[in-house]
């Protein structure tokens, strides 16, 4: 692993450490101002900006301190020297959800920008398959 993937698995993790913490200041760490994010919930054109990005997290957090889960199972990443992506599958659900249907997982994947030197999320999209 290359000291970029490690940054950027680092990064990735605390992300998810601190969404399972319903930990906001964490969450936006490492963030880009321009950041877009594609999410389950609409708006299905995206948010746009760190601001609505900011604005996203607490009815998730509602969600999810009612007992849900928000573990990474599987990380990727490619990094190249300025730019990187990663995928995950997580196990994002609460019990009732996951006692119903085991096998869900959030995929989620992450667009990276280094601006000096430093690793940024530019991009993220979070999604679960539709059958």
Do not use: N
Request: aromatic share 10%.
């Amino acid at each position: 692993m290359s000291d970029d993937q490690a940054q950027i698995r680092t990064l990735i993790t605390k992300w998810a450490e601190a969404v399972h913490r319903g930990d906001l200041e964490g969450v936006l760490a490492d963030h880009a101002e321009d950041l877009v994010m594609f999410d389950v919930p609409p708006p299905h054109e995206g948010i746009h900006g760190l601001a609505a990005y900011r604005a996203s997290w607490p009815p998730f957090f509602a969600w999810q301190a009612q007992g849900a889960c928000f573990d990474i199972e599987t990380l990727d990443i490619t990094a190249g020297t300025d730019v990187a992506y990663a995928h995950a599958l997580l196990r994002c659900a609460s019990p009732e959800e996951l006692a119903a249907q085991p096998t869900l997982r959030l995929r989620l994947t992450f667009g990276l920008r280094k601006e000096r030197g430093r690793w940024l999320v530019a991009h993220e999209h979070h999604s679960f398959p539709h059958d």
